[in-house]
């Protein structure tokens, strides 16, 4: 019954463990495809326009790294790679990158105990009022007028990133009251934003440019950057979950030696 006892009191510890400040997770991420986004057509400061895939989230399957090392985290999800889940674009200048085997990413979540030091941008201000303008976006519908609003909001998200675009295609006229309107919206209310809800994601590709901090502005042949909301598991619980199953595994044993 002693060592019963004393595996009981780890495991315990273990859960009472305080909060600390992690590194980013690492993993992959593979673009799944389009999702519910559908065409939309912006203009740039500088007059230029493109039309590209907005106004929802796209899909990707992720697969986590564990902070301690060793193996990809279990695929959990609708496919081997890992699971499927919607991601919010926050990136207007750069392309998706896409291909069947995925590329290395960097996950930070956006609670305050992970630095920004592997994403496009060092403001956790930007990334709050992205988060928090995706939240709004995808609580639309898909009526002709919502669709109209959803591409002001992801003009905005972008717009909150990069500073562009600074107007969208509304029939055949480029309007800016949609986009404006909601700029002013995300500064008024951004820090309602839970961030442990969060989770940037970031191609390696960044931080090997040595864009960090200043990629949210630069055009260059790297990928996009994404927002996902509520998928990333905390460091600490990975390994909490981690420490936890040897914790069973080992009181299981003390439990045979003791019937024993």
Request: net charge neutral; hydrophobic share 40%.
């Amino acid at each position: 019954m002693r060592t019963v006892r004393w595996g009981l009191v780890v495991v315990a510890a273990l859960a009472c463990l305080p909060a600390v400040s992690h590194a980013q997770l690492s993993g992959k991420m593979q673009w799944a495809g389009a999702g519910s986004s559908f065409g939309g057509t912006f203009k740039k400061s500088d007059g230029t326009t493109r039309t590209v895939l907005a106004g929802a989230p796209y899909r990707a399957n992720l697969w986590i790294y564990p902070p301690t090392g060793g193996a990809y985290l279990p695929p959990h999800g609708t496919t081997a790679f890992g699971p499927t889940v919607d991601i919010f674009c926050i990136d207007y200048l750069h392309n998706a990158k896409t291909g069947s085997s995925g590329y290395s990413a960097y996950y930070t979540k956006l609670d305050g105990t992970m630095p920004l030091t592997k994403t496009r941008s060092v403001s956790i201000d930007k990334y709050l009022k992205a988060a928090w303008l995706s939240a709004k976006m995808d609580a639309l519908t898909f009526t002709t007028a919502d669709k109209a609003t959803r591409l002001d909001i992801h003009a905005a998200i972008w717009n909150v990133m990069a500073g562009e675009p600074v107007s969208v295609l509304h029939g055949s006229v480029y309007e800016t009251t949609g986009i404006n309107y909601w700029l002013g919206q995300a500064n008024s209310n951004y820090t309602t934003v839970n961030g442990a809800e969060w989770t940037v994601i970031t191609d390696t590709c960044v931080e090997a440019a040595g864009h960090a901090g200043s990629g949210s502005l630069i055009s260059d042949a790297c990928s996009q950057e994404f927002l996902v909301h509520n998928v990333v598991p905390e460091p600490a619980t990975i390994l909490l979950l981690g420490t936890g199953l040897l914790g069973m595994v080992a009181l299981s044993g003390a439990l045979r030696r003791s019937a024993a």
